[in-house]
């Protein structure tokens, strides 16, 4: 019975007045945008709908046509739903004439694979110089497919071990991956270290994702006590060093100390310094060997002062900017030798001019020198540079001798061309130089040089190289070169080719190799051929380097070596092969080391090492090395060394004990307040519910803890009990709690007056709180007064501005009685208070809009046109300027004037006439935020006047107020003629061509910086500038 009704279902369908034509299936990947078009012939109106299936998002699923016998076009757009690759389905388009169905149609459709992967790691992190350091990037699979994603880590000077080095994640997955980080070398408090990981899907190089990371290498034990206050951290570093050795049965001992203490921090809020002995250590052969030196150093805002002394010698240095210049100044005794030295740099962006004079007495005699350096942009692309030296020496006699500099740059879009000359006119030295080229290698480049020296036995030199990238990744060059001295000839000839290779994910790698021959034509010139080449391989945990260099000459030279890595989960494997021959000191040596890092802060280093030189030598060797030894701050470590050599065995012992500790304490206030005191004043309470609004603590009343308390820029926590304590800078501010709950309000002034270098108590005393809705009211239109200014009086006085449709919200109300009534201040100019009302405000259930009224101003003056008569009418552009943008205003004068002005309280500015009647200026309107009633005034036969009248707001001068460096961008709303980059030492100036849009490059260390935004001279805001990871200097 089904298979009949399915049949007779089909006959009718197939006999209906409308017919779909075949179409082809859809595909996409989740997030695709996938339309399709079906052909559709009938007769009638036709109503059509979309059925997809489940997940799959329709734009639009309903069409109507009117079929007339031909054929025609639906249309629908469909969204691919996230589900896994593969998944099929089919769309349904149903036809409907009336409520009745007459055809049906299918559209395959397949979900495609989608390869999406994020990496996450911390930007900025901090660690110890000393020893290794680890930390968690997370890895999710977005695609909708699972994914063996390959995981890379690029650093400089470190060996950086991924843990896993793959993963194999389902759709939605995530997991950690250990980074363990081991530097190479010794790196100082203070130094940054970037760091670039990589996450790749096999087969899917399009789809990796990078993430930088920027470490900070500092005293984690000095930074644990960092606070609000100036701060001095007291270093001291102990260690102690037992050694042994044994040889042919005579045992040895060794025993050293070394103490070093250092002091460091900030004296105030505008001077940091530091004081650092050089180290108290000794041995079994000198017990006692006292410090030698000290050195002195203190900072400020554009000023900087050094001092170092020591056994018969003495140093002061310093630097201050006195602007437009920064001036340096340092002086040195040693002996029975003086040195003096002063020296200039212009700041001015327009003169880049610097210069040093200096002068040395000593044993010997006397001598002086000066020094200038000049540059100077000519035109565009041009620049041209000069610089003299003239020194004098006292001997016998006194001998002066001047040389010269001179250079000329000229750079265009594809070019460069650099002329020089350097010499000592009175000695009858000179060179002269020409450089230069295109700016471009790829696909092809050229750059040449040529030099002449005059003089005795002048050398003339030449130099072309011809670079060719026939592809990315590939890079050849050749140089040729030609040199002429007296009569000796000679030229050179180099080829060189570079290669990149590899498959992201699975391997990279580099290839070097270059020739080099030198030849001579005439003359004396030495002759030789060099063979240079260099290979670098990584695959995964594997890692290769290696460089070869030979060069054939009278005594051949031979370098090279090579170097095997191979990473392993808890450490790694290394060899090393070098030979050197031909130098002063031939050298083979064969390497192999096992490094180890075990659970905790254990190391361990496990080599070998033989090393031919004039003598033969073997070395096996393990090291031990703990951070952290049963106490922060306290390492041990511990090494054994056998010695194969000629002589026989030695066996080598060493134990070495460090401790490190820093102990910092809030700078004492005398000293503070000697070296200029805090930049700001101190704001210090308690935040509590204030039940009762008596403004204190009382029994049963309970302190606010983690609420935000800002002023300005600055923001404090309060702790458990409610205090909190707010560095804020001085000046009249105003209190802001971000996450304060919309049921409380400060039952107290928000305002402050906060005191340079002072303290003071203000309490925060916060109660139950409602909001109440109001609406001002025009009884001249009925309509709402836009903009004006309410208030309401009672338990407390809240005012607020209405809307543009003149409600406004008044929020911070307590329970009880209130008069709601017009703000006089923020109404226009004429009108007044009509009405208003007394209300009882509950903290729940209060009614809905209050109502009050503002009557327009009275009219007084009857006023007609009358044709001929002076009259006129102004505007603005924008109608709402900004309080300090710039502004047009405009006057459309009917009549004859001979000058129109508009009158500002700063006097009168006059109005120029532009096409036909029209009169306009552009001008900076300094008015505070408000609404204002200007008067613009024409005069000719007689004098005529129109009131302007002003809504003016409050507003940036300038956007955007958050900038990604280094290259900057701002537009200002007013024309300057300098703006510049204000920061914590150091301003940067930006170049404009019409005054409003002004570029830069702003040079500062990665991560977020606030810079003040200053145009000829006035300050006008903060900007956050932005410096991503990406941009750090490795």
């Known amino acids: 019975m089904r298979r009949l009704l399915a049949l007779f279902l089909l006959l009718g369908l197939s006999l209906a007045q409308v017919r779909f034509l075949p179409a082809p299936g859809l595909e996409g990947a989740p997030g695709a945008y996938l339309t399709f078009s079906l052909r559709v012939e009938g007769k009638g109106e036709a109503r059509f709908r979309l059925e997809a299936p489940a997940g799959w998002q329709v734009l639009s699923p309903e069409r109507v046509a ?304 000066l020094s200038l350096r000049y540059r100077r942009p000519l035109e565009a692309g041009l620049s041209l540079g000069l610089g003299a030296d003239l020194t004098g020496q006292q001997g016998e006699g006194y001998a002066l001798t001047l040389g010269l500099q001179q250079s000329l740059t000229w750079q265009s879009q594809a070019l460069e061309l650099v002329q020089s000359y350097a010499g000592l006119p009175f000695a009858g030295l000179h060179t002269l130089g020409l450089a230069g080229g295109t700016r471009s290698l790829y696909p092809l480049g050229l750059r040449g040089s040529t030099s002449l020296a005059l003089g005795t036995d002048g050398l003339w030199q030449n130099r072309l190289t011809l670079y060719y990238q026939p592809a990315a990744g590939a890079f050849l060059r050749l140089t040729g070169s030609y040199r002429q001295q007296g009569g000796s000839r000679g030229y050179g000839l180099a080829p060189g080719l570079s290669v990149s290779f590899g498959e992201p994910g699975l391997y990279t790698g580099s290839l070097g190799l270059g020739y080099g021959l030198e030849r001579t034509l005439a003359g004396d010139f030495p002759e030789r051929d060099r063979y240079e080449g260099t290979l670098s391989l990584r695959a995964g945990a594997f890692g290769l380097t290696g460089n070869l260099r030979y060069v054939r000459q009278a005594t051949p030279l031979l370098e090279g070596s090579l170097t095997l890595q191979q990473a392993l989960p808890g450490g790694s494997l290394e060899g090393r092969y070098q030979v050197k021959r031909g130098t002063d000191q031939d050298l083979t040596l064969y390497g192999a080391s096992w490094n180890w890092i075990w659970t905790g802060d254990l190391q361990s280093r496990l080599f070998y090492e033989y090393r031919v030189e004039e003598a033969t030598t073997q070395r096996l060797g393990l090291a031990l090395y703990r951070r952290n030894f049963l106490e922060p701050g306290l390492a041990l470590g511990a090494s054994y060394t056998l010695a194969f050599q000629e002589g026989g065995l030695r066996h080598g012992f060493g134990l070495t004990l460090a401790y490190a500790q820093a102990l910092t304490f809030t700078t004492p206030k005398e000293v503070v307040d000697l070296f200029g005191g805090r930049k700001g004043g101190e704001v210090v309470g308690q935040a509590f519910r204030d039940a009762n609004l008596n403004a204190r603590l009382d029994p049963g009343e309970a302190p606010l803890a983690g609420l935000r308390v800002c002023m300005g820029s600055a923001c404090e926590t309060t702790d458990a009990e409610g205090r909190y304590r707010l560095l804020a800078p001085a000046g009249e501010g105003r209190l802001r709690f971000p996450n304060l709950p919309a049921t409380l309000a400060l039952a107290g002034e928000e305002t402050l007056e906060v005191r340079l270098n002072a303290r003071q108590e203000k309490p925060l005393p916060f109660a139950p709180a409602t909001s109440l809705t109001v609406a001002v009211e025009d009884t001249g239109t009925g309509a709402g007064l836009a903009y004006a200014g309410v208030c309401a009086q009672g338990p407390v006085t809240r005012c607020t501005r209405a809307d543009v449709d003149g409600k406004a919200v008044l929020g911070g109300l307590f329970a009880g009685s209130y008069r709601i009534y017009p703000d006089a201040r923020f109404l226009p100019e004429g009108y007044r208070e009509a009405e208003a009302r007394e209300v009882q405000v509950a903290l729940t259930g209060n009614p809905g809009p209050v109502r009050i009224a503002v009557s327009p101003p009275r009219r007084e003056v009857e006023v007609t046109y009358t044709a001929g008569r002076l009259s006129l009418v102004a505007a603005t552009d924008p109608s709402t300027p900004l309080s300090g943008a710039e502004v047009e205003v405009k006057a459309l004068v009917q009549g004859k004037a001979k000058e129109v002005w508009l009158e500002l309280p700063t006097g009168p500015v006059p109005l120029l006439p532009r096409e036909g009647n029209l009169y306009a200026a552009r001008l900076r309107l300094f008015l505070p935020p408000g609404f204002h009633t200007l008067t613009i005034r024409a005069q000719g036969e007689e004098e005529a006047e129109a009131p302007l009248f002003l809504q003016v707001v409050a507003g940036p001068l300038y956007s955007p107020e958050a900038l990604e460096g280094p290259k900057v961008r701002l537009a200002l709303r007013f024309r300057a003629k300098e703006v510049a980059l204000r920061g914590e030492t150091r301003s940067f100036a930006l170049k404009s061509e019409d005054g409003y849009t002004w570029t830069g490059e702003v040079a500062l260390s990665p991560g977020r910086h606030t810079l003040w935004v200053l145009a000829d001279g006035e300050t006008l805001g903060p900007v956050d500038l932005s410096l991503p990871s990406e941009s750090a200097s490795q």
């Open 66 to 369: 009117l079929l007339e016998g031909k054929a025609a076009t639906l249309s629908y757009t469909l969204r691919v739903p996230p589900l896994p690759a593969g998944t099929e389905g089919k769309a349904v388009v149903r036809a409907f004439q009336g409520e009745k169905e007459v055809a049906r149609t299918e559209v395959a459709l397949r979900v495609l694979a989608r390869t999406e992967i994020a990496l996450a790691a911390p930007a900025n992190l901090q660690a110890e110089p000393d020893g290794p350091f680890d930390f968690h990037a997370y890895v999710t699979n977005r695609s909708n497919r699972a994914e063996e994603i390959l995981l890379e880590a690029e650093a400089a000077m470190a060996q950086v071990r991924l843990e896993p080095a793959s993963l194999r994640l389902a759709p939605g997955e995530t997991q950690a991956v250990r980074v363990l980080v081991q530097t190479e070398g010794r790196l100082s408090t203070g130094y940054r270290f970037y760091l670039k990981l990589r996450a790749t899907p096999k087969g899917q190089a399009a789809a990796r994702k990078e993430a930088g990371v920027i470490v900070l290498f500092r005293d984690l034990l000095a930074a644990r006590g960092q606070g609000k206050d100036p701060e001095l951290t007291l270093g001291l570093g102990l260690a102690l060093n037992l050694g042994a050795s044994l040889e042919n049965g005579v045992l040895q001992g060794s025993l050293g100390y070394r103490i070093a203490p250092s002091l460091s921090g900030a004296l105030s809020d505008h001077v940091s310094a530091s004081a650092t002995p050089s180290p108290l250590s000794g041995d079994l052969q000198d017990p006692l060997r006292l410090p030698q030196s000290l050195t002195l150093s203190l900072k400020g805002e554009g000023w900087e002062a050094r001092a170092q002394g020591g056994r018969e010698r003495l140093g002061l240095a310093g630097s201050f900017r006195l602007e437009p210049v920064r001036l340096s100044a340092e002086g040195s005794y040693q002996g029975a030798a003086l040195s003096l030295r002063a020296s200039a740099v212009s700041l001015d962006p327009a003169l880049d001019l610097q210069g040093s004079l200096g002068t040395q007495v000593g044993n010997a005699g006397r001598q002086e020198a």
